[in-house]
């Protein structure tokens, strides 16, 4: 089976700029969460979607969005980027329906905002 | 809310030879599970590890193995064996049961290198 992907690996933004981030999961997997990795804060979950809902929500400011299709690819969105904003943005599949909902992660896609 | 803490920021050791990673956490909850994951150079996060709480015999998978100590609240991971591959940052994780649905809180991580 094919991993967990994301796209775009890389990305460099301005502040002000908004950014689309693109997760596909392993197939068969219907729940994507989202986690932001900084050197001060670490990983932090930012949300969860499981068949098109986000069921779960970390404390992001609104600014932070995301939404899942049909097929369990998410995006996450971010508006009015921040310099703080820059960071690594992992995603992660699970099955979503069988605890403990174990999760596996794709490699990231690094953000810069400048 | 949940918390999770590893103490150990950095450790080394030298290949072949066992180091143990500690964690641990603070929850009021009795229905979670625990997780260690394994970050390389490369950034793909990898699952080590999986532990159940209602479970009390501790988690093996290969080289790796589990301390869990329920009362104590105290999660470590020993890595046997130790080899060159396994340098990497060390993140143990926490997932409520129930309707977590999917949260998990990390650790800040351990920096692990193995030396030839």
């Known amino acids: 089976k094919a991993g967990v992907t994301q796209t775009p690996r890389y990305l460099i933004k301005t502040r002000g700029q908004q950014v689309t981030l693109s997760c596909s999961p392993i197939s068969g997997h219907r729940s994507v969460s989202w986690y932001q990795q900084t050197p001060g804060q670490g990983l932090q979950f930012l949300f969860e979607?499981?068949?098109?809902?986000?069921?779960n929500k970390g404390n992001f400011p609104g600014r932070f969005s995301g939404r899942q299709f049909s097929n369990s690819r998410s995006e996450m969105n971010v508006s009015t980027l921040e310099l703080g904003d820059s960071a690594l943005y992992l995603c992660a599949s699970s099955l979503g329906f069988q605890q403990p909902y174990e999760q596996y992660f794709g490699p990231g896609t690094r953000l810069t905002v400048t | 809310a949940q918390t999770v803490t590893q103490s150990q920021p950095e450790m080394s050791v030298q290949e072949a030879e066992t180091v143990t990673l500690s964690c641990t956490y603070d929850?009021?909850?009795?229905?979670?599970?625990l997780f260690w994951y394994k970050q390389p150079p490369s950034r793909q996060m990898i699952l080590v590890i999986r532990q159940e709480a209602y479970k009390q015999q501790n988690a093996t998978e290969n080289r790796f193995s589990v301390n869990f100590q329920k009362a104590a609240k105290s999660f470590s991971l020993k890595i046997s064996d130790s080899q060159l591959g396994d340098t990497a940052m060390y993140f143990c994780?926490?997932?409520?049961?129930?309707?977590?649905?999917?949260?998990?809180?990390f650790g800040q991580g351990t920096i692990l290198t193995v030396h030839p």
């Open positions: 994780a926490f997932m409520k049961g129930g309707t977590s649905y999917g949260k998990l809180t």
């Open positions: 979607y499981f068949s098109e809902t986000q069921r």
């Open positions: 929850t009021s909850e009795s229905n979670y599970y």
